[in-house]
């Protein structure tokens, strides 16, 4: 599933292509996704203007101009395609196929962007003028931004027995975090992904903060990982997965120099966890 930086790649190639354009045409070729879709989503999308384009955790905000906010969730497979005339160095893989074109949105300048979904556990929803989105309201700081701090991390782990790895992918504690960037980041701040999230010094959690902005900035530089269906708006691959340094390498060595550990793997609430048990303690 898509984390933070995949979502956050796709909101910056879709800004030049959807902020401030109209959507002069709106589609629902289905009824549903992984809900429903609100009965009057073409009506009210039909004319709007786009007048921001935000991320909110893994979550996608269009906000539009006559009020309420058109809100996505990419799933496990969602993707969202940019095609128009024009639009060089944009393509579109023949393996994507247009049966799955679930929701199309097209601007006054011609150009359509695509909600794609083969597996259809991706969401669109309307968020009504003045109204909380369920699905918004527990979630924690952004990561990246000043909110998600080392003493706020410290003041959320206070007291807990759970592993850092889970508490870290808990979204009321952070959001957007996901498996990968967790395990890439406790393995730079060298911390065991089972330690007790309550039992981790006040120096360690400063560290864990600035590393967990490092991955995250380094993988959104890169577009994302490519594990399977990630694209960005381009139709370009990811590349951050050809830097992993523990993710998905169970039994390679660790990259970390003069260090002789193996890359081990460890399943925590139904999640394989990736570390090194001689670096990370």
């Not at 995949?6 to 002069?24: C, K, Q, S, Y």
């Not at 998600?148 to 504690?173: C, E, H, N, T, W």
Request: charged fraction near 25%; proline fraction near 6%; charge should be positive.
């Amino acid at each position: 599933m898509p984390e933070l930086p995949e979502v956050e790649t796709v909101r910056r190639g879709l800004i030049p292509h959807l902020e401030g354009r109209v959507i002069a045409r709106a589609e629902a070729r289905r009824p549903d996704l992984r809900w429903p879709l609100p009965v009057d989503l073409v009506q009210v999308l039909t004319g709007a203007r786009v007048t921001a384009l935000r991320r909110r955790s893994k979550y996608l905000l269009l906000d539009l101009d006559r009020g309420g906010v058109l809100l996505m969730h990419l799933g496990m497979s969602g993707r969202l395609l940019v095609e128009g005339a024009g639009l060089a160095g944009f393509h579109r893989d023949p393996s994507i196929l247009s049966r799955h074109d679930h929701v199309v949105l097209t601007t006054d300048e011609g150009t359509s962007i695509t909600f794609n979904d083969a597996r259809r556990f991706g969401m669109v929803d309307l968020i009504r003028e003045g109204e909380a989105h369920p699905l918004l309201g527990h979630l924690g700081p952004e990561p990246l931004e000043p909110d998600f701090s080392a003493a706020y991390l410290q003041a959320s782990f206070g007291g807990k027995k759970a592993p850092v790895k889970q508490a870290l992918l808990d979204q009321r504690i952070v959001a957007g975090l996901g498996n990968i960037y967790v395990s890439e980041a406790l393995y730079r701040a060298g911390i065991d992904p089972r330690r007790q999230a309550g039992r981790i010094g006040a120096a360690r959690i400063e560290a864990l903060v600035g590393h967990v902005r490092e991955v995250l900035a380094e993988a959104i530089a890169a577009g994302g990982s490519s594990l399977r269906d990630h694209r960005q708006a381009t139709g370009e691959l990811g590349y951050f997965q050809h830097s992993f340094r523990v993710y998905d390498r169970e039994g390679a060595p660790c990259p970390t120099s003069g260090c002789s550990g193996t890359i081990r793997r460890v399943v925590q609430s139904g999640r394989s966890s990736f570390y090194c048990p001689t670096c990370q303690h």
